[in-house]
């Protein structure tokens, strides 16, 4: 019904960058907010960056100055500039999209994951 594709993963050393995308596609009507979860190894997932249709923004206090949340509307993408990468940041991430179909309002959607590995 929704599908949120995400790219953008991968190996980068510490103090180095990435950007990760997610591609929001389906029976979407609107879109309430998209964002930016992770989940590192052993450890429960937790927000890292939200964006609502209104512009306001959340973000996880360890990423803050670091990593910055912006979308492009058109495309129905949100993306995550990820700046000054710590050891710390290594885990998986996840899309999701909060978004009204014509089944279902709300409806709460994920991505499959992409990993980030920060390592020298």
């Known amino acids: 019904q929704v599908q949120l594709v995400e790219s953008g993963g991968g190996l980068v050393q510490p103090g180095g960058s990435l950007r990760l995308s997610c591609a929001a596609s389906g029976s979407i009507l609107t879109i309430y907010a998209m964002g930016w979860y992770r989940q590192a190894p052993g450890k429960q997932r937790e927000l890292v960056a939200d964006?609502?249709?209104?512009?306001?923004?959340n973000y996880l206090d360890s990423v803050k100055g670091r990593f910055t949340i912006s979308r492009d509307n058109a495309k129905n993408t949100v993306y995550l500039q990820m700046d000054s990468l710590e050891s710390e940041d290594t885990a998986v991430y996840y899309c999701n999209a909060l978004v009204a179909t014509i089944r279902n309002n709300p409806l709460d959607a994920w991505g499959q994951g992409t990993l980030v590995t920060v390592s020298s």
């Open positions: 964006l609502t249709s209104t512009d306001s923004t």
